[in-house]
């Protein structure tokens, strides 16, 4: 079992930047491969970014590439998303998730991962 937790949500005004954070427990952190995932209001949940076990490899969605950088400390036993030049289409509730698989591009599919986090809410004002 992993435990996952965010943290650092709130809310911004357009432009500005945030930077969640994700701590994990339970099983040896450096063999998960790591991701973000955003639901807005009335939406799917929807892939941003996955980091690899190293993390040396990333990955991120055409509409946070540029903008929103993931990372990872395997010291922490923690992984970060830092949010730059936020928009109100990024207000969601974001979710870190883990899974044990070898990191690939279809990481940015929700059902390949096993653990979860509850969840920290970013709002975007206009």
């Known amino acids: 079992q992993v435990q996952l937790v965010e943290s650092g949500g709130g809310l911004v005004q357009t432009g500005g930047s945030l930077r969640l954070s994700c701590a994990a427990s339970?099983?040896?952190?450096?063999?998960?491969?790591m991701g973000w995932f955003r639901q807005a209001p009335g939406k799917e949940r929807e892939f941003v970014a996955a980091?690899?076990?190293?993390?040396?490899?990333?990955n991120y969605a055409d509409s946070v590439k540029g903008r929103f950088t993931i990372s990872r400390d395997n010291a922490k036993n923690s992984v970060y998303l830092q949010m730059n030049s936020l928009k109100p289409e990024d207000t969601a509730v974001y979710y870190c998730?883990?899974?044990?698989?070898?990191?690939?591009?279809?990481?940015?599919?929700?059902?390949?991962?096993?653990?979860w986090g509850q969840g920290t809410q970013v709002t975007v004002s206009s």
């Open positions: 998730a883990a899974t044990p698989k070898p990191f690939s591009r279809s990481l940015n599919n929700g059902a390949k991962y096993d653990y």
């Open positions: 339970g099983r040896t952190f450096n063999n998960y491969a």
């Open positions: 980091i690899s076990y190293s993390g040396v490899t990333t």
